[in-house]
């Protein structure tokens, strides 16, 4: 099995619960609010965790209660935190959430620490060839540079998440072997409309994006996932489940998918893991709520046996 390294984002999440999102310039009462760890960076770290992976996580938080507090979760999910530095200038990240009755949120990062990680930071890191390092656009752009730039030395493959959505310099570009992004970042990486899952232009307009010798994956919520490579299109139905909170879906995609990949298992058995993986963080609060490998593996069992999915 290979190691996973992510450079990536902590944050304490603020999450309100409430029945509806509040219009410009309205108020609405909310229900609850939770303090719940957060950060794409420290959630995928925790899915892959969870998903009895060995993963590490390189990023800043600052010398504050949210830091102190969010590097004991991190500690307690079993996920390597020795390259995780107290930013002197910065407080930890922090991530204001709404969620609706509908599980569906809205979303303010005030970065802080987060963008203090920096290609030196990176330069102290151990990267060897057996490894995966994953990134995601919640901390700065060159840093992730050097960080590919490493892994690409060492032989290690590489995996980007562009979220939140941003374009993606050709030089980051040149060093991804697999591109994660949801279906509204497809549509605005390959300058076109929104695509559905089973639509006959998925490889045309994914090869605006990547080069042939790249992967691009495309996740579209319930409905499921696509990897494409080339002309190659391999699609995994995604499964229905009774939403509470969708933020972090995507986090639990990634970190799933990059687990399944890190224990050799195929493009459409990855998908279908991860499709899986993310259907099961959407039944709970909060982000960081990454299901355990028993829950996953049970799940997708239980799928197999009812029959109506399609496999
Ligand atoms: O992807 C969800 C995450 O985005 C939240 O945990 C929040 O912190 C933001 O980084």
Avoid: C
């Avoid at 902590?10 to 303090?35: C, L, R, W, Y």
């Avoid at 794409?40 to 060995?54: F, M, P, T, V």
Wanted: proline letters at 3%.
């Amino acid at each position: 099995m290979k190691n996973i390294i992510i450079a990536g984002s902590i944050n304490m999440d603020i999450v309100a619960q409430m029945d509806k999102h509040p219009e410009n310039g309205e108020t609405v009462f909310g229900k609850k609010i939770s303090f719940i760890p957060g950060g794409k960076g420290a959630n995928q770290a925790r899915a892959i965790s969870r998903l009895e992976g060995k993963v590490a996580l390189v990023g800043k938080v600052g010398k504050d209660q949210f830091g102190k507090s969010l590097l004991r979760s991190l500690n307690t999910d079993g996920i390597n935190t020795g390259n995780i530095k107290i930013s002197q200038n910065n407080t930890t990240g922090v991530a204001l959430i709404g969620v609706d009755r509908q599980a569906e949120n809205r979303i303010i990062i005030v970065s802080g620490a987060n963008f203090d990680l920096s290609p030196k930071d990176i330069s102290k890191i151990d990267l060897q060839k057996n490894t995966i390092a994953i990134s995601q656009f919640e901390v700065p752009q060159n840093t992730i540079k050097a960080f590919f730039k490493k892994a690409k030395k060492a032989k290690a493959q590489t995996i980007l998440n562009p979220s939140p959505t941003g374009k993606i310099p050709p030089d980051l570009l040149e060093l991804v072997d697999y591109l994660i992004v949801n279906e509204h970042e497809f549509a605005y990486l390959s300058n076109t409309k929104k695509l559905q899952i089973d639509s006959a232009s998925l490889a045309k307009n994914a090869n605006r994006i990547v080069a042939i010798d790249q992967v691009i994956i495309t996740t579209f919520g319930a409905k499921g996932s696509v990897a494409i490579k080339g002309s190659k299109v391999i699609k995994a139905p995604g499964f229905k489940v009774k939403a509470v909170d969708t933020t972090g879906a995507g986090d639990s995609f990634l970190g799933s998918f990059s687990q399944a990949l890190a224990e050799g298992r195929d493009l459409k058995d990855a998908l279908t893991f991860a499709n899986a993986a993310a259907a099961l963080k959407v039944t709970k609060l909060g982000a960081s709520s990454m299901p355990y490998r028993s829950e996953v593996d049970k799940f997708i069992q239980d799928k197999m046996r009812q029959k109506n999915h399609g496999f």
